[in-house]
């Protein structure tokens, strides 16, 4: 709240504090000229600052991703949630050289997978986004792809995959 106060700027004050002469009509006209581009870079450092601000804010856990996604692509409806893919637990067994028993009680078949089976490429979790916001032409759904990706990435925990899911 104080750095809102400290970051605000009365423009028109400007050539009446800097300029001895400024009182005069052409004066201050000419300065507001060259001030000109000094307020547009104002402007773009207050945006910088505001978008760094919601950045530090927001972290990698999944309802932050979910209020960055919506507040982003779908802030009237936040239709866009993401849930985490279910990873079964697998039945280890263990070798004869590791000294340790196979105890195993079930009444249902026993499936063995070895190291080749496993799928590293599989979707830590999926991004569930509604078909009302895909735009009609191929090039404007790459582009919302790839915006949705670079949010994505730059939120997510480093290790972490997901699978965008377009759903009606």
Do not use: C
Not at 57 to 71: I, P, Q, T, W, Y
Not at 80 to 94: A, F, G, K, P
Not at 116 to 124: K, Q, R, T, V, Y
Request: net charge positive; hydrophobic share 40%; aromatic share 12%.
């Amino acid at each position: 709240m104080i750095a809102e106060i400290i970051y605000s700027v009365d423009w028109n004050l400007f050539p009446q504090l800097f300029v001895p002469g400024a009182k005069k009509p052409k004066q201050a006209a000419v300065f507001r000229i060259f001030l000109s581009k000094v307020k547009q870079l104002h402007t773009d450092f207050l945006l910088y600052r505001n978008e760094s601000i919601y950045k530090v804010r927001h972290n990698a856990s999944v309802g932050l991703l979910e209020k960055m996604l919506n507040d982003k692509f779908d802030p009237n409806q936040r239709r866009i949630y993401i849930n985490n893919v279910q990873r079964t637990e697998d039945l280890r067994v263990y070798s004869f050289p590791e000294e340790k028993e196979i105890g195993v009680r079930t009444d249902q078949a026993i499936g063995i997978r070895t190291g080749n089976n496993f799928n590293p490429d599989s979707p830590d979790f999926k991004v569930f986004i509604p078909l009302d916001i895909q735009p009609v032409q191929q090039i404007e759904i790459d582009g919302l792809i790839i915006r949705i990706k670079a949010q994505l990435d730059y939120y997510k925990l480093y290790a972490k995959k997901y699978e965008l899911v377009w759903i009606n």
